[in-house]
Protein backbone atom coordinates (compact mmCIF):
# COMPACT_ATOMS: atom_id res chain seq x y z
CA UNK A 1 0.00 0.00 0.00
CA UNK A 2 1.32 3.54 -1.16
CA UNK A 3 2.75 5.80 1.88
CA UNK A 4 1.00 9.26 1.94
CA UNK A 5 2.33 12.54 3.19
CA UNK A 6 5.44 10.66 5.44
CA UNK A 7 6.30 13.60 7.29
CA UNK A 8 2.97 14.18 8.72
CA UNK A 9 2.30 12.43 12.08
CA UNK A 10 -1.03 11.08 13.28
CA UNK A 11 -3.87 12.25 11.06
CA UNK A 12 -4.62 9.16 8.98
CA UNK A 13 -7.89 9.54 8.03
CA UNK A 14 -6.68 12.82 6.61
CA UNK A 15 -3.91 11.41 5.14
CA UNK A 16 -6.19 8.80 3.42
CA UNK A 17 -8.59 11.16 2.02
CA UNK A 18 -5.82 13.42 0.79
CA UNK A 19 -3.46 11.65 -0.65
CA UNK A 20 -5.03 9.30 -3.46
CA UNK A 21 -6.71 12.69 -5.05
CA UNK A 22 -3.15 13.88 -5.27
CA UNK A 23 -1.85 10.78 -6.92
CA UNK A 24 -3.98 10.54 -9.48
CA UNK A 25 -4.04 14.63 -9.85
CA UNK A 26 -7.54 14.89 -9.36
CA UNK A 27 -7.34 17.36 -6.23
CA UNK A 28 -9.43 20.14 -5.90
CA UNK A 29 -8.45 23.74 -7.02
CA UNK A 30 -8.68 24.94 -3.36
CA UNK A 31 -8.68 23.46 0.34
CA UNK A 32 -9.08 24.56 3.64
CA UNK A 33 -6.48 23.55 6.32
CA UNK A 34 -8.04 24.26 9.68
CA UNK A 35 -6.32 23.92 12.84
CA UNK A 36 -4.60 25.75 16.10
CA UNK A 37 -1.55 27.24 15.93
CA UNK A 38 1.49 24.55 15.70
CA UNK A 39 -0.96 22.14 14.21
CA UNK A 40 1.20 21.32 11.69
CA UNK A 41 -1.18 23.47 8.86
CA UNK A 42 2.02 24.96 7.23
CA UNK A 43 3.75 21.64 6.93
CA UNK A 44 0.37 19.99 5.65
CA UNK A 45 0.46 23.01 2.72
CA UNK A 46 3.60 21.96 2.23
CA UNK A 47 3.27 18.49 1.34
CA UNK A 48 0.07 18.73 -0.42
CA UNK A 49 2.26 21.38 -2.94
CA UNK A 50 5.21 18.78 -3.01
CA UNK A 51 2.36 15.53 -3.82
CA UNK A 52 0.68 16.94 -6.56
CA UNK A 53 4.20 18.13 -7.62
CA UNK A 54 6.29 15.10 -7.13
CA UNK A 55 7.56 13.29 -9.85
CA UNK A 56 7.41 10.10 -8.64
CA UNK A 57 3.75 9.96 -7.80
CA UNK A 58 2.99 7.32 -10.32
CA UNK A 59 5.59 5.11 -8.92
CA UNK A 60 4.43 1.50 -6.78
CA UNK A 61 6.37 1.23 -3.68
CA UNK A 62 7.42 5.38 -3.11
CA UNK A 63 5.92 7.37 -0.96
CA UNK A 64 3.87 10.66 -1.72
CA UNK A 65 5.41 13.01 -1.73
CA UNK A 66 9.18 11.06 -2.09
CA UNK A 67 10.78 14.14 -1.10
CA UNK A 68 13.74 13.74 -2.91
CA UNK A 69 13.21 14.30 -6.72
CA UNK A 70 13.99 18.61 -7.98
CA UNK A 71 10.30 19.70 -7.43
CA UNK A 72 10.10 18.20 -3.47
CA UNK A 73 13.16 19.56 -3.01
CA UNK A 74 12.50 22.87 -4.24
CA UNK A 75 9.39 23.22 -2.81
CA UNK A 76 10.97 21.95 0.49
CA UNK A 77 13.97 24.12 0.78
CA UNK A 78 11.22 26.90 -0.47
CA UNK A 79 12.74 27.64 -3.57
CA UNK A 80 10.01 26.95 -5.96
CA UNK A 81 8.67 30.14 -7.54
CA UNK A 82 5.36 28.67 -7.61
CA UNK A 83 4.93 28.18 -4.32
CA UNK A 84 3.48 31.61 -3.06
CA UNK A 85 2.54 32.71 0.58
CA UNK A 86 0.00 35.01 0.94
CA UNK A 87 0.18 36.82 4.24
CA UNK A 88 -1.07 39.96 6.23
CA UNK A 89 0.86 43.32 6.00
CA UNK A 90 2.81 43.95 9.05
CA UNK A 91 1.50 45.10 12.03
CA UNK A 92 -2.09 44.28 10.96
CA UNK A 93 -4.55 42.09 12.34
CA UNK A 94 -6.82 41.17 9.43
CA UNK A 95 -5.80 40.15 6.26
CA UNK A 96 -6.91 42.78 3.86
CA UNK A 97 -8.20 43.27 0.56
CA UNK A 98 -5.24 45.00 -0.72
CA UNK A 99 -3.43 41.76 -0.52
CA UNK A 100 -5.88 39.66 -2.09
CA UNK A 101 -5.83 42.10 -4.70
CA UNK A 102 -2.72 41.84 -5.22
CA UNK A 103 -2.67 38.06 -5.33
CA UNK A 104 -5.09 38.24 -7.95
CA UNK A 105 -3.09 40.15 -10.11
CA UNK A 106 -0.66 37.08 -10.10
CA UNK A 107 -3.31 34.48 -10.28
CA UNK A 108 -3.75 34.12 -14.50
CA UNK A 109 0.31 33.90 -14.99
CA UNK A 110 1.28 29.96 -15.53
CA UNK A 111 3.32 28.19 -13.56
CA UNK A 112 7.31 28.60 -13.80
CA UNK A 113 8.65 24.97 -13.59
CA UNK A 114 5.23 23.10 -12.24
CA UNK A 115 2.54 21.81 -12.87
CA UNK A 116 0.00 23.63 -10.67
CA UNK A 117 0.70 27.35 -8.98
CA UNK A 118 0.39 27.43 -5.11
CA UNK A 119 -1.08 29.88 -3.20
CA UNK A 120 -0.65 29.58 0.61
CA UNK A 121 -3.25 31.90 2.30
CA UNK A 122 -2.06 32.29 6.28
CA UNK A 123 -4.42 32.95 9.15
CA UNK A 124 -7.23 33.20 6.23
CA UNK A 125 -9.27 33.28 9.46
CA UNK A 126 -8.44 36.87 9.92
CA UNK A 127 -9.43 37.71 6.32
CA UNK A 128 -11.48 40.80 6.12
CA UNK A 129 -15.17 40.27 4.57
CA UNK A 130 -13.97 42.24 1.88
CA UNK A 131 -10.83 40.28 1.22
CA UNK A 132 -12.89 37.07 1.04
CA UNK A 133 -15.52 38.58 -1.79
CA UNK A 134 -12.39 39.46 -3.44
CA UNK A 135 -10.92 35.61 -3.55
CA UNK A 136 -14.69 34.27 -4.18
CA UNK A 137 -13.92 35.73 -7.94
CA UNK A 138 -11.32 33.91 -8.06
CA UNK A 139 -12.37 30.63 -6.21
CA UNK A 140 -15.70 30.65 -8.33
CA UNK A 141 -13.60 30.93 -11.54
CA UNK A 142 -9.60 29.71 -10.87
CA UNK A 143 -7.61 28.84 -13.48
CA UNK A 144 -6.94 25.30 -14.09
CA UNK A 145 -3.49 25.42 -12.76
CA UNK A 146 -3.83 27.18 -9.99
CA UNK A 147 -4.32 25.66 -6.29
CA UNK A 148 -5.16 27.63 -3.23
CA UNK A 149 -4.87 26.71 0.30
CA UNK A 150 -5.95 28.57 3.19
CA UNK A 151 -4.77 28.19 6.34
CA UNK A 152 -7.38 29.13 9.28
CA UNK A 153 -7.45 28.65 13.21
CA UNK A 154 -11.02 28.95 13.22
CA UNK A 155 -12.55 27.67 9.92
CA UNK A 156 -16.02 28.86 10.93
CA UNK A 157 -14.76 33.02 10.46
CA UNK A 158 -14.37 32.01 6.53
CA UNK A 159 -17.74 33.25 4.90
CA UNK A 160 -20.43 30.02 4.10
CA UNK A 161 -19.53 31.11 0.39
CA UNK A 162 -16.05 30.27 1.03
CA UNK A 163 -16.40 27.22 2.92
CA UNK A 164 -18.94 26.24 0.18
CA UNK A 165 -15.90 25.84 -2.65
CA UNK A 166 -13.49 24.44 -0.61
CA UNK A 167 -13.62 20.94 1.19
CA UNK A 168 -12.30 21.68 4.89
CA UNK A 169 -9.54 18.93 6.16
CA UNK A 170 -8.91 19.67 10.06
CA UNK A 171 -5.76 18.75 12.01
CA UNK A 172 -5.94 16.67 14.89
CA UNK A 173 -4.05 16.34 17.63
CA UNK A 174 -1.57 13.29 18.18
CA UNK A 175 -1.27 10.64 20.93
CA UNK A 176 1.21 11.77 23.10
CA UNK A 177 3.26 8.59 22.53
CA UNK A 178 3.62 9.31 19.31
CA UNK A 179 4.28 12.83 19.85
CA UNK A 180 7.10 11.56 22.48
CA UNK A 181 9.01 9.56 19.74
CA UNK A 182 8.91 12.18 17.17
CA UNK A 183 9.74 14.81 19.64
CA UNK A 184 12.71 12.51 21.03
CA UNK A 185 13.87 12.41 17.20
CA UNK A 186 14.58 15.61 17.10
CA UNK A 187 18.54 16.93 18.90
CA UNK A 188 16.72 18.98 21.21
CA UNK A 189 14.03 17.22 22.39
CA UNK A 190 16.73 14.00 22.83
CA UNK A 191 18.72 16.28 25.08
CA UNK A 192 16.18 17.55 27.21
CA UNK A 193 14.61 13.79 27.40
CA UNK A 194 18.04 13.38 28.64
CA UNK A 195 19.37 15.80 31.48
CA UNK A 196 15.35 16.49 32.18
CA UNK A 197 12.67 13.85 31.84
CA UNK A 198 10.45 15.85 34.01
CA UNK A 199 10.71 18.74 32.01
CA UNK A 200 10.24 16.78 29.15
CA UNK A 201 6.90 15.52 29.93
CA UNK A 202 5.51 18.53 31.06
CA UNK A 203 6.22 19.72 27.27
CA UNK A 204 4.58 17.06 26.24
CA UNK A 205 1.17 17.97 28.28
CA UNK A 206 1.68 21.54 27.64
CA UNK A 207 1.88 21.05 23.75
CA UNK A 208 -1.46 19.23 24.20
CA UNK A 209 -0.72 16.98 20.86
CA UNK A 210 0.47 19.46 18.14
CA UNK A 211 4.14 18.97 17.00
CA UNK A 212 3.94 22.65 16.15
CA UNK A 213 3.51 23.63 19.32
CA UNK A 214 5.82 20.93 21.24
CA UNK A 215 8.60 21.95 18.53
CA UNK A 216 8.61 25.97 19.61
CA UNK A 217 8.36 24.55 23.04
CA UNK A 218 12.26 23.12 22.65
CA UNK A 219 13.36 27.07 23.00
CA UNK A 220 14.12 27.18 26.61
CA UNK A 221 12.90 30.64 26.15
CA UNK A 222 9.12 29.84 25.21
CA UNK A 223 9.20 26.94 27.85
CA UNK A 224 10.19 29.13 30.87
CA UNK A 225 7.17 31.08 30.62
CA UNK A 226 4.62 28.22 30.88
CA UNK A 227 6.57 26.29 33.51
CA UNK A 228 6.90 29.24 35.62
CA UNK A 229 2.81 29.37 35.39
CA UNK A 230 2.99 25.26 36.16
CA UNK A 231 5.08 25.70 39.66
CA UNK A 232 2.99 28.39 40.37
CA UNK A 233 -0.65 26.61 39.70
CA UNK A 234 0.98 23.09 41.65
CA UNK A 235 2.27 25.12 44.68
CA UNK A 236 -1.44 27.15 44.86
CA UNK A 237 -2.56 23.49 44.99
CA UNK A 238 -0.91 22.73 47.80
CA UNK A 239 -1.32 25.70 49.92
CA UNK A 240 -4.91 25.42 49.26
CA UNK A 241 -4.56 21.84 50.85
CA UNK A 242 -3.04 23.33 53.98
CA UNK A 243 -5.19 26.21 54.02
CA UNK A 244 -2.28 28.46 54.39
CA UNK A 245 -4.71 31.93 53.63
CA UNK A 246 -1.67 33.97 53.79
CA UNK A 247 0.85 32.31 51.25
CA UNK A 248 -2.41 31.85 48.76
CA UNK A 249 -2.95 35.90 49.01
CA UNK A 250 1.02 36.23 48.90
CA UNK A 251 1.19 33.84 45.52
CA UNK A 252 -2.23 35.32 44.20
CA UNK A 253 -0.98 38.93 44.43
CA UNK A 254 2.74 38.33 43.58
CA UNK A 255 1.48 36.79 40.03
CA UNK A 256 -1.06 39.82 39.52
CA UNK A 257 1.32 41.95 40.53
CA UNK A 258 4.21 41.33 37.72
CA UNK A 259 1.80 40.27 34.94
CA UNK A 260 -1.03 41.66 32.65
CA UNK A 261 -4.74 41.29 33.17
CA UNK A 262 -4.10 38.33 30.14
CA UNK A 263 -1.56 36.50 31.79
CA UNK A 264 -3.13 36.46 35.04
CA UNK A 265 -6.25 34.89 32.98
CA UNK A 266 -3.44 32.23 32.20
CA UNK A 267 -2.13 31.14 35.32
CA UNK A 268 -6.04 31.05 36.49
CA UNK A 269 -6.73 28.38 33.18
CA UNK A 270 -3.81 26.74 34.21
CA UNK A 271 -4.52 26.39 37.66
CA UNK A 272 -8.38 24.73 36.51
CA UNK A 273 -6.68 22.38 34.49
CA UNK A 274 -4.31 21.32 37.75
CA UNK A 275 -7.57 21.11 39.82
CA UNK A 276 -9.77 19.53 37.06
CA UNK A 277 -7.57 16.66 37.54
CA UNK A 278 -7.48 16.42 40.76
CA UNK A 279 -11.75 16.55 40.12
CA UNK A 280 -11.35 13.96 37.42
CA UNK A 281 -9.00 11.47 39.58
CA UNK A 282 -11.17 11.73 42.75
CA UNK A 283 -14.04 9.36 40.45
CA UNK A 284 -12.05 7.13 38.49
CA UNK A 285 -7.93 6.17 38.53
CA UNK A 286 -7.52 6.15 35.19
CA UNK A 287 -8.90 9.86 33.78
CA UNK A 288 -6.13 11.17 31.01
CA UNK A 289 -4.52 14.17 32.82
CA UNK A 290 -3.87 17.12 31.15
CA UNK A 291 -1.83 18.66 34.21
CA UNK A 292 0.06 16.19 36.58
CA UNK A 293 2.64 13.73 35.18
CA UNK A 294 2.77 11.97 38.03
CA UNK A 295 -0.53 9.97 38.09
CA UNK A 296 0.39 8.30 41.91
CA UNK A 297 0.91 11.41 43.24
CA UNK A 298 -1.97 13.55 41.91
CA UNK A 299 -4.27 10.59 42.69
CA UNK A 300 -2.81 11.12 46.68
CA UNK A 301 -2.79 14.94 45.92
CA UNK A 302 -6.70 14.57 44.65
CA UNK A 303 -7.82 12.63 48.37
CA UNK A 304 -7.46 15.72 49.95
CA UNK A 305 -9.63 17.49 48.79
CA UNK A 306 -13.78 16.68 48.48
CA UNK A 307 -15.24 16.74 45.89
CA UNK A 308 -17.15 19.42 46.34
CA UNK A 309 -14.66 21.09 47.83
CA UNK A 310 -12.75 20.82 43.94
CA UNK A 311 -16.19 22.06 42.21
CA UNK A 312 -16.44 24.92 44.62
CA UNK A 313 -12.64 25.89 44.09
CA UNK A 314 -13.57 25.64 40.31
CA UNK A 315 -16.22 27.68 40.30
CA UNK A 316 -14.47 30.62 42.30
CA UNK A 317 -12.06 30.31 39.61
CA UNK A 318 -15.00 30.61 36.80
CA UNK A 319 -16.07 33.69 38.75
CA UNK A 320 -12.44 35.64 38.61
CA UNK A 321 -11.86 35.01 34.78
CA UNK A 322 -15.85 36.83 34.52
CA UNK A 323 -14.81 39.64 36.42
CA UNK A 324 -11.36 39.79 34.47
CA UNK A 325 -13.26 39.90 31.01
CA UNK A 326 -15.31 42.82 32.55
CA UNK A 327 -12.55 44.95 33.87
CA UNK A 328 -12.31 43.83 37.41
CA UNK A 329 -9.33 45.84 38.95
CA UNK A 330 -6.37 42.93 38.95
CA UNK A 331 -5.38 43.17 42.71
CA UNK A 332 -8.57 43.48 44.07
CA UNK A 333 -9.59 40.30 41.77
CA UNK A 334 -7.03 38.56 43.33
CA UNK A 335 -7.53 39.27 46.60
CA UNK A 336 -10.91 38.62 46.42
CA UNK A 337 -9.91 35.27 44.88
CA UNK A 338 -7.67 34.03 47.35
CA UNK A 339 -10.50 34.71 50.06
CA UNK A 340 -12.81 32.92 48.52
CA UNK A 341 -10.72 29.61 48.07
CA UNK A 342 -10.02 29.69 51.37
CA UNK A 343 -13.69 29.85 52.23
CA UNK A 344 -14.74 27.46 54.33
Sequence with gaps: MKEYFPQIVG???????????????????????????????????????????????????????????????????????????VSREEDKATLGVEVIREMRSSVAVVPNDLEVKFYI??????????????????????????????????????????????????????????????????????????????????????????????ERLLDPKKREPQLQRRRFAAQTVELLCTGARSAVLEALLARSGERNKESFVADILTLEEALRDLLLLSRTEEAPLIFYTNREDATDLSARFTTAKLLTLLAVLENAKESLAANANLKLTATRLASRMLAP
Design 11 to 85: NEALRRTLGPELACGRFSHAYILGGVRGSGKHTLAREIAMAASCEQRDKDGVPLPCGECRSCRKIREGLSPDVIT
Design 121 to 214: IEDAHTMTQAAQNALLLTLEEPPPFVCFLLLAEDTDALLETVRSRAPIHRMRPIEREALSRYIQGTPAGAALMENSPEEFLELLLLSRGWIGEA
